[in-house]
């Protein structure tokens, strides 16, 4: 059974820093590409970023490019989002999720349970 | 960046209605590259829809996608209790793999 849990959410304040973890299982996980997705209080999904197998290529969101890192430790099976200097506007449920295939064109059919990032004063 | 707009923003309707959910993209993406998701209060999305009009594994049959262009569609067939959730599609041709705004499906 495919698992992913998300972990390392929280408060942080307004111009801090958080690294979310996401521990994967149940499939060879550096056959995959792996993408973090977010959703803010009772807004719509958004996605963040996404990662090649082998850690080499990185796609980011506009709105976190030169804030936020993706990267990943496949032996490990872990994913991991560096997000530095926080605004209010990343406050959001973090999902991290795999995709049917390992193209990096894929739907997402997995999903982790999400992490909260609250970013208050 | 490709963006998703999604109509309605609000569908109420009854069990054993028809639901029709319209995603409409800025620019031509390819069927194959247009997902759907459900999404209940509390959970991760799940993906319901992919490749044009694939179900995922144990989605219903009174599920379906079609479209083309810049124009596609969700269609629920006679909708049970449990269809009642919020509905996004997303195109996954390009990153930013950017989802719709959503549609949610209240019951009437």
């Known amino acids: 059974e495919v698992q992913l849990v998300e972990s390392g959410g929280g408060l942080v304040q307004p111009g801090g820093s958080l690294r979310l973890s996401c521990t994967t299982s149940?499939?060879?996980?550096?056959?995959?590409?792996m993408t973090w997705v977010r959703q803010a209080p009772g807004k719509g999904l958004e996605w963040v970023a996404n990662?090649?197998?082998?850690?080499?290529?990185?796609y980011y969101l506009d709105s976190v490019r030169g804030r936020f890192s993706i990267s990943r430790d496949n032996r490990k099976k872990s994913l991991f989002l560096q997000m530095n200097r926080l605004t209010d506007d990343d406050t959001a449920v973090y999902y991290c999720?795999?995709?049917?295939?390992?193209?990096?064109?894929?739907?997402?059919?997995?999903w982790g349970q999400g992490a909260l990032v609250a970013v208050s004063s | 960046d490709i963006v998703l707009t999604q109509s309605p923003g609000t569908l109420s309707l009854s069990p054993g209605d028809r639901a029709t959910l319209s995603c409409r993209a800025s620019?031509?993406?390819?069927?194959?590259?247009l997902a759907w998701y459900q999404q209940k209060p509390g959970q991760a999305p799940r993906l319901l829809i992919y490749?044009?009009?694939t179900r995922a594994t144990d989605v219903p049959d009174r599920f379906s996608g079609s479209g083309s262009g810049t124009d596609f569609t969700l269609t629920i067939s006679r909708l049970e209790p449990e269809d009642f959730a919020v509905y996004y599609c997303?195109?996954?041709?390009?990153?930013?793999?950017?989802f719709g705004q959503g549609t949610k499906l209240e019951i009437k």
């Open positions: 999720a795999r995709g049917i295939s390992t193209s990096r064109i894929t739907p997402l059919l997995h």
């Open positions: 149940g499939f060879t996980f550096s056959n995959y590409w």
């Open positions: 990662i090649k197998q082998d850690g080499r290529e990185e």
């Open positions: 620019q031509t993406v390819s069927s194959s590259f």
């Open positions: 490749d044009d009009s």
């Open positions: 997303q195109q996954i041709a390009t990153s930013p793999g950017a």
